[in-house]
């Protein structure tokens, strides 16, 4: 049998090469919203993030890492696949490798996480099931291991308005330790497997100093969030919605620990679509942890339909 040749792509010429393999999921395992291709020629995947497995002229097994276009280290991976899981674990070993030699950081972590999109019904559908779980099995033996499986979920304007709160008043944000401070006292018990991962490694003030300046440096900017306050001028909660590359989203939401109870996640995620709809956003992309049921349940009530699921790997 031929040998297996296992590299990162030599140049941009390569990208067709790694777009030329066939063994690719049918069932809507792995499926992007846009092309490789496309997302390449924006500058989301470069040459030395691109990985692929040969045997001879034919590519066996493929995973591109990627990162937003102004970012300079890879953020997640987010194409795996392969016609063997040996193939697919032995083109991920390489790749995770090169990138342990590499002066490597990320804001979203020491080592890019595994993002593996799956259908909404992946678990109930015997196709959909073996090739994620053919994924999985890859990713676990070079190494990587189950984080959170989230809900990926969308709002366009045809779903309708959700009613604007009526009990709380919004403010700009104009004192950034403010901001901080009340995101210190929201990861506080927060439901959210990032937040509590971030928590052992870290003090609460460090976590959410570290939040503040990642989702400020997004391209949406600052000049979307938003202090909440109740009807007695108690601080409860604060909203950041931003935008990414491509779409409107919620960079962060929460309410203070202290003031859980009263439904105000409602509130919060009402007022950032309502400043999206205003300014004429066609996609507000979410998502959140399938474990955090108080936040599904919002973002259900919000009009927020699910796309699909995502499974992070670390």
Same mark, same amino acid.
């Given at each position: ?13 390569e ?15 792995g ?7 496309e997302?390449? !020629? ?6 030395a993030?691109v990985?692929i497995?040969?045997?001879?002229e034919?590519v ?13 280290h890879p953020?997640?991976l987010d194409y795996l ?5 040996e193939?697919g674990?032995?083109v991920?070993e390489?790749?995770y490798?090169a990138l ?11 080592r890019p ?12 559908r015997?196709?959909a099931?073996a090739e994620?779980?053919?994924r999985?099995?890859?990713a676990?033996r070079a190494?990587?291991t189950?984080h959170?499986?989230?809900l ?8 309708g308005l959700?009613?604007?709160s009526?009990?709380l008043?919004?403010?700009p944000?104009t ?5 901080v401070d ?5 990861v506080t018990?927060?439901?959210? !497997?990032e ?5 052992r490694?870290?003090?609460?003030? !460090?976590?959410a100093?570290?939040?503040?300046a990642?989702?400020g440096?997004m391209?949406?900017?600052r000049a979307?969030?938003?202090?909440a306050h109740d009807?007695?001028?108690e ?5 950041m ?16 620990h202290?003031?859980r ?15 999206? !709809?205003?300014e004429?956003?066609?996609l507000?992309?979410?998502?959140t942890?399938v474990?955090?049921h108080?936040?599904a349940a ?7 339909r699910?796309t ?7």
């Amino acid at each position: 049998m031929t040998a297996l040749v296992i590299r990162a792509l030599a140049d941009e010429s390569e990208f067709a090469l790694f777009d030329s393999i066939t063994t690719l999921p049918t069932s809507g395992v792995g499926q992007r919203p846009r092309a490789f291709m496309e997302l390449a !020629a924006d500058g989301e995947y470069r040459p030395a993030w691109v990985w692929i497995a040969q045997q001879g002229e034919k590519v066996v097994a493929r995973a591109a890492f990627r990162a937003p276009q102004r970012e300079q280290h890879p953020w997640s991976l987010d194409y795996l696949d392969f016609d063997t899981v040996e193939n697919g674990t032995a083109v991920l070993e390489s790749a995770y490798s090169a990138l342990v030699t590499t002066d490597y950081h990320s804001p979203m972590g020491p080592r890019p996480q595994y993002h593996l999109l799956v259908p909404a019904d992946w678990r109930t559908r015997p196709d959909a099931r073996a090739e994620a779980d053919a994924r999985i099995q890859a990713a676990e033996r070079a190494g990587l291991t189950f984080h959170v499986e989230r809900l990926n979920l969308q709002w366009i304007p045809e779903y309708g308005l959700p009613p604007r709160s009526t009990r709380l008043s919004f403010t700009p944000v104009t004192d950034e330790q403010v901001l901080v401070d009340l995101v210190a006292q929201v990861v506080t018990g927060s439901l959210d !497997a990032e937040d509590q991962a971030e928590l052992r490694r870290k003090p609460a003030e !460090a976590v959410a100093a570290d939040l503040v300046a990642m989702i400020g440096d997004m391209p949406g900017g600052r000049a979307r969030w938003r202090l909440a306050h109740d009807a007695a001028g108690e601080l409860v909660g604060l909203v950041m919605p931003t935008r990414a590359d491509r779409f409107a989203t919620i960079g962060y939401i929460g309410v203070d620990h202290r003031h859980r109870g009263h439904g105000y996640a409602y509130d919060l995620l009402a007022e950032a679509v309502h400043i999206f !709809a205003a300014e004429g956003e066609p996609l507000i992309f979410d998502n959140t942890d399938v474990g955090n049921h108080p936040m599904a349940a919002t973002f259900e009530r919000i009009g927020y339909r699910v796309t699909g699921r995502r499974i992070l790997m670390v």
